[in-house]
């Protein structure tokens, strides 16, 4: 996996509560990020080492255990069409 990914710009987003909510403009759909999805959505730019430190450190999980859990989230992101691999 890659570790750069770029927020897909047709979609607009906005932190409400903590809660990063996600517009698919083309799609007219809306998607509800819980906690952790809103952090990893934030520091998405920042790099796959980066959600790991950042993740790790405000949550209890393994670096092994955030490291899987967001991989399966990123995907989800890419399948989605959320963002892009570069």
């Known amino acids: 996996m890659s570790n750069h990914f770029k927020k897909n710009?047709?979609?607009s987003w906005q932190?409400?509560?903590g809660q990063a909510v996600l517009i698919?403009?083309?799609l007219g759909e809306i998607q509800v990020l819980n906690?952790?999805?809103?952090?990893v959505w934030e520091h998405l730019e920042e790099?796959?080492?980066k959600l790991?430190?950042?993740i790790t450190?405000?949550?209890d999980v393994s670096a092994e255990e955030a490291r899987k859990d967001i991989e399966s989230f990123i995907n989800e992101l890419k399948e989605a069409g959320t963002i892009t691999e570069e």
Not at 35 to 39: C, W
């Open 9 to 11: 710009p047709d979609v």
């Open 35 to 39: 906690d952790v999805g809103s952090v």
């Open 24 to 26: 698919h403009n083309r």
């Open 15 to 17: 932190i409400v509560e």
């Open 52 to 54: 790991t430190e950042i």
């Open 57 to 59: 450190s405000e949550y």
């Open 47 to 49: 790099g796959f080492d």
